[in-house]
């Protein structure tokens, strides 16, 4: 089951690229990471962090895939302060190389 984020306040075009509501496009950066949440309940906390970081522009976690896959696209955030937040909720968090 992909969960995906309500909060989208910019259009996905292709793979690479985001475009604002004025029109201009902005390079995106997507981050991919194993996770250990698993449910409903852990996803809605992991939510009110996503959610309500500027720099995290979509984001959605995948928790039946045997990883608990954890995909952010983001403006500015980095792999480091994505691993620190999930930790300062009590997951698991780890970046996904490929």
Not at 51 to 70: G, K, M, R, Y
Not at 86 to 98: A, I, R, S, V
């Amino acid at each position: 089951m992909i969960i995906k984020s309500s909060f989208q306040p910019y259009k996905t075009i292709g793979n690479r690229k985001i475009q604002n509501k004025m029109g201009s496009s902005i390079i995106d950066n997507i981050l991919v990471f194993k996770t250990n949440i698993t449910n409903a309940v852990q996803v809605a906390s992991l939510a009110e962090v996503l959610d309500t970081t500027d720099d995290i522009e979509d984001w959605n976690i995948d928790i039946q895939d045997c990883d608990h896959i954890l995909r952010v696209v983001s403006r500015g955030i980095g792999t480091r302060d994505v691993i620190a937040s999930l930790k300062e909720l009590g997951f698991h968090c780890e970046e996904l190389e490929g």
